[in-house]
Structures are given as structure tokens and as C-alpha cells.
């Protein structure tokens, strides 16, 4: 395929295969983070890990998949750290990045709500949805298995409600007592 748009159109063919080079540098950077968080202390091997704030999370991964979206945070997020700022950011990018490349839908909303006992992180979409086995809702979905376990580890709960045409709804809900915070 590419050698024959190289044929037709040089410009274009390069720009096509500059703009896959810098999309396998991002997802190198989310497999990165990724394997940071499974890590067993949570953080790189080279110790530098900075965590972000979940604003600041939401608003890269929103600009990083162009993907128009409401999003709101309400509550004391300031005060969660550790294992459990790790669960909440990948729930957050994993959710809007499944939304971005499979839902077709521009109807993308990201909700953070932290009390004294928990954080909940719900992603919703009003896209193309898939079939969720009523057993395990997204099982055979790497995404969502890493999303799963993430949320475990901390000893959360996570939730996906989908069904084809209708969309998908993901929901973490992470603790953040002293028991929850420690894996």
C-alpha cells in the first residue's frame, strides 16, 4: 500500500509515514507509562517518576487524541498520590484513547470526583459500543485487562458498561483510605 502511494504521491507518502513515526513514539511513551505504573514500586526503573496532576492528565490525553470532550473534576484531587493518581491517569487514558480510536464517537465526557473515602473516574462515550461479555465486560481487550488489574492492585472496582450502538461507559472506583492506598 505504501509503495504504491509512494509512486502517486511522494509529498503525501511522506507525510503519511512521519505522521505514523510520531504516533509510534506516543504509544511507546503510554507502553512506557504503562509499564511504569506495573512496576512494582510504581514508578520507572530509572527512579525519576513526577506525577501529574489529573487535570493535567485529562487535558494531554484530550489534545493528544485532538478529540473534543466535556470533562469535569470535582473534589480535594490534590490529595491523592501514589498507587492510586496512577489507577485514576490510566483509567483516564486508556478510556479516552479506546474512545478515540474505536468509538467513532465525538461525544467523549470525563468525569473525576474525589471524597475523603474514594476517586471515581468514569469515561463515556455515545459511540459504536462493542458486545461486553456479562461475565467480564471487555475481557479479550488488552486496554481494558491493564485497566482491570491497575484498578485491583489498589483495591478498586472497575466497570464497563457497553453495548453495540449505544456506546461505552467506563467507571473506576478507587479507594483512598490507608488500606487502599497501599497495594
Given at each position: 500500500w505504501m509503495a504504491r502511494r509512494?509512486?502517486?504521491?511522494?509529498?503525501?507518502?511522506?507525510?503519511a509515514l512521519a505522521e505514523a513515526a510520531t504516533?509510534?513514539?506516543r504509544a511507546l511513551e503510554e507502553i512506557r507509562r504503562?509499564?511504569?505504573?506495573l512496576s512494582?514500586?510504581?514508578s520507572p526503573e530509572d527512579g525519576s517518576r513526577q506525577e501529574e496532576s489529573l487535570e493535567l492528565v485529562v487535558q494531554k490525553v484530550l489534545e493528544r487524541w485532538r478529540l473534543p470532550a466535556?470533562?469535569?473534576i470535582e473534589g480535594d484531587v490534590g490529595a491523592v498520590h501514589g498507587p492510586i493518581l496512577q489507577a485514576a491517569s490510566s483509567v483516564?487514558?486508556?478510556g479516552v484513547a479506546n474512545a478515540a480510536k474505536h468509538s467513532a464517537s465525538k461525544d467523549v465526557a470525563v468525569r473525576v470526583q474525589a471524597t475523603p473515602q474514594r476517586v471515581e473516574v468514569q469515561v463515556e462515550d455515545r459511540g459504536q459500543g462493542f458486545e461486553a461479555s456479562p461475565k467480564e465486560p471487555g475481557e479479550g481487550h488488552l486496554g481494558l485487562e491493564m485497566m482491570r488489574r491497575l484498578v485491583a492492585e489498589v483495591r478498586?472496582?472497575?466497570?464497563?458498561e457497553s453495548s453495540p450502538g449505544r456506546g461505552t461507559r467506563v467507571v473506576a472506583r478507587l479507594p483512598v483510605d490507608e488500606q487502599g492506598d497501599e497495594p
Open positions: 509512494v509512486e502517486l504521491d511522494p509529498t503525501q507518502a511522506t507525510a504516533e509510534l513514539r504503562m509499564l511504569a505504573a512494582p514500586d510504581g466535556s470533562w469535569s483516564i487514558r486508556e478498586g472496582t472497575l466497570d464497563i
